[in-house]
């Protein structure tokens, strides 16, 4: 080893690419599937309750137990061998048989699940399946009549894989035990762990198929709501158009609309985020199956291009409209705000100018005050140099009329002057900065 400290992540890292291995299957044999989800807030759920789950089924079978923290299990129960994965919203749990059984797709076989044990497990059952692995025939005929006799006709989709190593078919539909069936037709001498993948990538397909289609029944359940939504926004867009009702009022009514709106996209993120991502994963395990028609039949990819994809564009169209609708509200109550807010400044203008104009009013009647209290101080200092001066009007030959007569313009100018010079002192303190 090189003289260097490794990142405390290495091999979790590296071995993070061999994680959950495929299993190794020898036809003939079967299996049976089982994908539990708990029913709200999946992601976030006690993922110590899922290996609780795994572990008592263990302790049926007598099994040892998976490590602390394990994400994925695989061990022998009984005759049976036992595939145990963890996922974000769901675990599953796959047990192969070995052998067909005594009757095609045998509800029996599932009773590797004991029902006391179903009862308890922390969550609902997402889906079920049942696949059956048997050599091919020499003849291709063998197969198609075969699988019409397991399958549903109408629905039936039937591919060959890998080069044409494998025929696989199903019908996606629910049988009367409450399981899906796929068929797995392998050439003789085609290797145990492709075979594996093969089936692996089937339970992938209708799991993650399954998972999908959540998101198409969310916006479903939210569709009724969002053409309420939009009408009403159309209807508040046009009473902002010809202003039919105060702009208060419709603000107050498209804040509440976009509130809505976000609580809705909100609920809707996760599950419509997941979706895209689960649907991609459907298109990519189809994708690595190589598929070439078969007898004239549907391939894996024609089904879902039927049936799947109008679901998966109902989510994703559900998607930008609520996304679009959300623009148009925000949108909208800005352009209306900018309008409030244009509105209450010309009020404000207007208000100013009022002011302005009582302003005017005020000096001007403060003026007419001044002037009159000229005269007022003026009367009563004319008065006043009048007694000081009466004492003279005998010595310089003046009558005291005529001295009180000659007092009054210097005593109304020194008064007028004086006002004036304690106005301008005033102004001039108010004008100056604090």
């Known amino acids: 080893m090189p003289p260097i400290q490794d990142h405390p992540l290495r091999y979790q890292l590296a071995n993070e690419l061999h994680a959950r291995p495929f299993p190794s299957l020898k036809a ?7 994908a539990i989800k708990k029913a709200q807030d999946a992601s976030s759920r006690d993922r110590a309750k899922d290996l609780a789950h795994l572990i008592a089924l263990l302790d049926r079978y007598g099994t040892q137990h998976p490590q602390p923290g394990a994400t994925h299990f695989t061990a022998a129960i009984g005759q049976h061998v036992l595939k145990w994965e963890q996922h974000t919203e769901f675990v ?5 048989l070995a052998g067909l059984g005594e009757r095609p797709f045998d509800p029996a076989d599932f009773d590797v699940f004991p029902d006391d044990w179903l009862e308890g497990a922390p969550g609902v059952r997402v889906t079920s399946a049942m696949i059956r692995i048997c050599e091919r025939a020499d003849h291709d005929a063998d197969v198609n009549l075969l699988a019409n006799a397991w399958l549903v006709t109408e629905s039936m989709a039937v591919s060959s894989v890998l080069d044409d190593a494998m025929i696989v078919a199903g019908d996606f539909r629910i049988d009367q035990g409450g399981h899906l069936r796929f068929a797995v037709f392998p ?23 399954a998972m999908s289609m959540l998101g198409f029944t969310r916006v479903r359940a939210i569709a009724g709501r969002m053409t309420e939504i939009d009408e009403e926004l159309t209807r508040l867009m046009t009473a902002m158009t010809h202003g039919n009702a105060p702009e208060e009022e419709t603000l107050t009514a498209l804040l509440r609309v976009s509130s809505e709106l976000e609580t809705l996209s909100a609920q809707t993120a996760f599950r419509l985020s997941a979706t895209e991502a689960y ?19 549907q391939t894996f990819r024609e089904f879902m291009a039927r049936r799947f994809d109008p679901a998966m564009r109902t989510v994703k169209s559900a998607e930008k409209r ?17 309008r409030v807010e244009v509105k209450r400044s010309a009020q404000n203008q207007d ?7 009582r302003a005017d009013l005020q000096l001007r009647l403060q003026h007419t005050v001044e002037g009159l209290s000229v005269v007022a101080i003026s009367y009563y200092a004319v008065s006043l140099v009048g007694y000081l001066l009466y004492p003279l009007a005998d010595v310089i030959g003046v009558s005291k009329g005529m001295l009180t007569a000659l007092a009054v313009p210097p005593v109304v100018l020194a008064v ?12 001039k303190d108010g004008h100056q900065p604090r």
């Open 279 to 297: 649907e991609a994963l459907v298109t990519q395990r189809i994708a690595v199956l190589r598929e070439e028609r078969f007898g004239g039949r």
């Open 322 to 338: 609520l996304e679009s609708m959300s623009a148009r509200a925000v949108r909208a109550g800005d352009l209306l705000r900018t």
């Open 416 to 427: 007028w002057l004086g006002l004036r010079r304690i106005r301008s002192a005033v102004e």
């Open 187 to 209: 050439r003789r001498g085609v290797g145990e762990r492709r075979v594996g993948r093969v089936v692996q990538r089937l339970c992938e397909i209708e799991t993650y198929k």
């Open 351 to 357: 208000l100013l100018e009022s002011m302005n104009h």
């Open 28 to 34: 003939p044999c079967r299996a049976v599937y089982l």
């Open 92 to 96: 599953s749990y796959t047990v192969f």
